[in-house]
């Protein structure tokens, strides 16, 4: 097999087959993942108050941190149901970034914003955790927790 190769015909199938390799490679589409759901471990419950400060029902829910290698940095972070009165308090451990953001909520209503919930919360390893939210005394009982890596 080796003799076959090292005449000036063998030479030449090895070196078509290399182009079209290369071709085939450079036709493809370049990769790109989908965005990256993490749940956040423990789930937030509580109480939450409206703008007149009366009490609502008491819900309990889980958080979503959403990532996206296209927008490195950016996490956005959904509430499990509609009205998710529910901040997010993350801490990014690779930067020391802190910062604090609404819950948006997925699938979104047509009338919800879609930059609900986003945070610039750097590359890294993120912890957070979420209370409940709202004018007068809203009620946390159990505050939701996560951590995740954000590209």
Do not use: K
């Not at 087959?17 to 589409?29: C, D, T, Y």
């Not at 759901?37 to 979503?64: C, H, K, N, R, W």
């Not at 509430?79 to 308090?89: E, F, I, L, N, S």
């Not at 879609?114 to 809203?138: Q, R, Y």
């Amino acid at each position: 097999m080796t003799e076959s190769l090292r005449t000036p015909t063998g030479r030449r199938y090895c070196a078509g087959i290399a182009i079209l390799g290369i071709l085939s490679l450079a036709g493809a589409p370049a990769a790109s993942a989908a965005p990256t759901d993490s749940v956040l471990a423990i789930p937030i419950a509580g109480v939450a108050t409206g703008v007149t400060g009366l009490y609502g029902e008491a819900f309990s829910q889980f958080i979503t941190a959403r990532t996206d290698t296209d927008t490195p940095g950016i996490t956005q972070f959904l509430g499990g149901q509609r009205g998710c009165a529910c901040v997010v308090h993350w801490r990014n451990l690779s930067t020391g970034l802190t910062g604090d953001t609404f819950a948006g909520f997925d699938p979104s209503p047509v009338w919800a914003s879609p930059t609900a919930g986003i945070a610039a919360t750097g590359s890294g390893v993120l912890v957070a955790t979420a209370t409940v939210s709202g004018a007068g005394l809203p009620i946390t009982a159990l505050p939701g927790a996560g951590v995740w890596t954000v590209p």
